[in-house]
């Protein structure tokens, strides 16, 4: 322990990285079948090191490894493995040795493991877990997925309103079954519905004949269990929450979500917006490689497709390009700036939607907005890059075609880069999914139309 | 209370965010100038809501508000405030309301809200803190931005090791200056170094005769105090941590970091990614169109000299477009689907750098992969783009060109998208800041060129 205070204490760019030394060894260890060894090497090492040390070497290397640690596999390593990693891991790993690993997670990281594993294994999972347990997990599990049901822990501590502080901290002292974590006992009436909370803090520095009524907090907020992980991750954030209760459709206590599972949620959730704007599936470093050209390709495709429409457009104007060359030379660029305006705009959309800071009372001053921001800038590039394309040419028609354009489409560029991801939430589609593909497509259509069409109807 | 939890059990997508109703209301009754009626609306909403609600009116409509509740401004109302909307409002707010309502915030809100202040403002803020809150936050201020040191906060929870679990209960029963949130009692040495945690649970479920060092946790990890913000919150979302020790240079324990801070840096870290990946600075919906048109310029400009750099590689190829003109009508197809490969791989890279998942154990295995994923869809695409080319324009010749530009293209964009960003991390810059443009140069220029040349070499 005190090694790792020390190295931690340089705080360098590289700190929490896993050092290559320590991965070498591992290797080493696991090539040399030196089991022993091996254990010392990841003693000192968290759950999450570890998976992340097996996400960084080969499938290979990953199965030796796995294999020479038999049934000393940990199920908070599985839990914490990425999904493609995980998914191999599993193909593999023995029953007997998953079984024994699950034993000791809490229900809701069982159920995190086990809701993407065919029918057949779970059902190896759940014989392994004690009773309660997996009534708890077959119950998150008939939530659907994504949803504060499957995110929160059965394992709560609550109070009925009527207890004293006494009352409660002799149930705390003497109860077995209390959860690993928790911040707060809730309060609930007699028909299990949460009336108030009190911390912990609080609690341990009340006078025991006081009601636990009276020193409650009842400001709480709830979290409905349909509700999906997106809201209940914001939830967290916006409001400063360390754990939330989670109700059924009575108002009736069914669970509890605590902020460490909000983070990753919250997390995994801007990994995914900026995955999907980028044209990204839910990919990771340790896929291979004919998986990852496979999750690739639907959206090169798209953009293909994209990419022959605005080849399409430049075909109409094959004989005006024939007859002025310079317009071939010059016409990326008002495509290039708008594709870059409109994705400027659009990561703005996408994100402020996400931080639910785009709404009914500010959308129209947000459009107008970017139509303004669009057209400013503009008018700045089109001064730009008229005076380029006249000095360059040594024509100054060909400079004002440039600017028209580029006009024409940055202030396309901001609007579609707006109004695409308001339209495609309006259908209920993730705004982050392909409005990237139908921005550039409108930008580029706009951008090689308006420059070429000007450029017909000005030059010839 | 009754009102809020029915609204929510509504599991729509709109959970939580601000109902137009209440902006509307809100609205009416600034301009009525009702400030009973406009306390009474805004008594339910949490500071963060009452923070976006000032974020979606507009800067007049937010001065009128302000004016109208004068002293009922709430400092976290304040600390919620995005930076733009803040620094405009700190402009006009009266030292004494500004004085007044810094009074009751934690030093780590204090500080967050002062650290952008101008000194003479600073200088109301902290004369209107007690003395000791007054200390912390100067001594928060002596440390670098982005700091552990500037994210903590000072009010802790410790003991000596030499205690009893009676006496810690006993200490935190009569206390009164406790924090207001705390989940761990801090075991520290004689000489204030950190060497355990107590849970306030476990603390609450044992005996009052056993020692503290018996129960306390040392597997614990402390976080240095000049460690950045953004290794702080990896560390939080990696290791499940609910709050940490901060310590300086000689390991003493000197504040405490909790959970919900973390989120909140994971969460701007996160942000700032995905608008540096679209070229975009530290905007926010409020900025005025000035401002963003004057944020949003450099990227634009940084773009322009790309744009004008493919434009070079063209029109050194004037003479064969002239001849061929189905040349102009294909060539942004190539360099479109370089960018959008190149962008992919980009992305990629840097959520691994974010997430520390890219070492020196697995970089030449993910450099390998960017370039066989890339050779891979570029022969793929070759195939069907040299078949429309062919198809489009009858000369098979020109489908070859077509196609070989295409997988030269994807396999730079690959080696581009990772090569780059690993070499700016090994600069020293932030990877996410100037990629984008360097790849998306390297896929234009290898894009027209290598259709350009290969057009020339055959089809001439």
Request: hydrophobic residues 50%; proline residues 4%.
């Amino acid at each position: 322990m005190t090694d790792l205070n020390i190295e931690q204490q340089d705080p360098s760019d590289d700190a929490y990285v896993l050092e290559p030394g320590i991965v070498d060894s591992v290797l080493e260890m696991v090539e040399a079948g030196d089991r022993a060894h091996l254990l010392t090497l990841l003693e000192p090492l968290h759950a999450a090191d570890v998976a992340d040390l097996l996400e960084q070497i080969s499938p290979a290397e990953r199965r030796a490894f796995l294999t020479l640690l038999g049934t000393e596999i940990d199920g908070e390593v599985l839990s914490e493995l990425s999904d493609g990693v995980r998914e191999e891991v599993l193909e593999y790993l023995p029953q007997n040795i998953l079984a024994d690993a699950v034993k000791d997670l809490e229900t809701d990281d069982v159920v995190d493991l086990i809701e993407d594993m065919e029918e057949p294994q779970q059902e190896v999972v759940l014989d392994a877990l004690e009773d309660a347990d997996r009534i708890a997990v077959e119950r998150a599990l008939q939530y659907p997925e994504e949803t504060a049901g499957r995110l929160m822990q059965r394992e709560l501590v609550m109070a009925p309103t009527h207890w004293t502080v006494g009352q409660a901290i002799d149930y705390l002292r003497t109860a077995d079954d209390l959860p690993e974590r928790y911040y707060n006992v809730m309060i609930v009436d007699p028909r299990m519905r949460p009336v108030g909370q009190v911390p912990l803090g609080k609690l341990m520095s009340s006078k025991r004949d006081v009601p636990l009524t009276a020193i409650m907090q009842d400001d709480f907020r709830t979290i409905p269990v349909l509700q999906s992980e997106e809201d209940v991750a914001y939830a967290f954030n916006q409001y400063h929450m360390v754990s939330a209760p989670v109700v059924d459709e009575d108002d009736r206590l069914v669970g509890v979500i605590t902020i460490d599972d909000a983070m990753g949620v919250l997390d995994e959730n801007a990994e995914e917006d900026m995955m999907l704007l980028a044209g990204l599936g839910d990919e990771s470093l340790t896929d291979r490689v004919i998986e990852t050209t496979r999750q690739r390709f639907p959206w090169l495709a798209a953009n293909l497709v994209t990419a022959f429409l605005a080849s399409m457009v430049i075909s109409l104007f094959s004989t005006t390009i024939q007859s002025i060359v310079a317009l071939a030379v010059l016409m990326p660029i008002v495509a290039s700036m708008g594709g870059n305006a409109g994705t400027q705009s659009l990561t703005v959309a996408v994100r402020a939607m996400a931080t639910k800071d785009l709404t009914g009372a500010n959308v129209w001053r947000v459009i107008r907005r970017e139509a303004l921001v669009g057209l400013a800038n503009g008018l700045v590039f089109a001064v730009i890059v008229g005076g380029v394309g006249y000095f360059w040419f040594g024509q100054p028609m060909l400079g004002v075609v440039l600017g028209l354009a580029m006009v024409a489409n940055l202030l396309v560029a901001g609007l579609a880069g707006i109004l695409i991801p308001i339209g495609m939430d309006k259908l209920g589609v993730d705004p982050a999914l392909a409005s990237g593909t139908f921005v550039t497509t409108v930008t580029d259509v706009v951008g090689f139309f308006a420059f070429l069409a000007l450029a017909s109807a000005i030059l010839l």
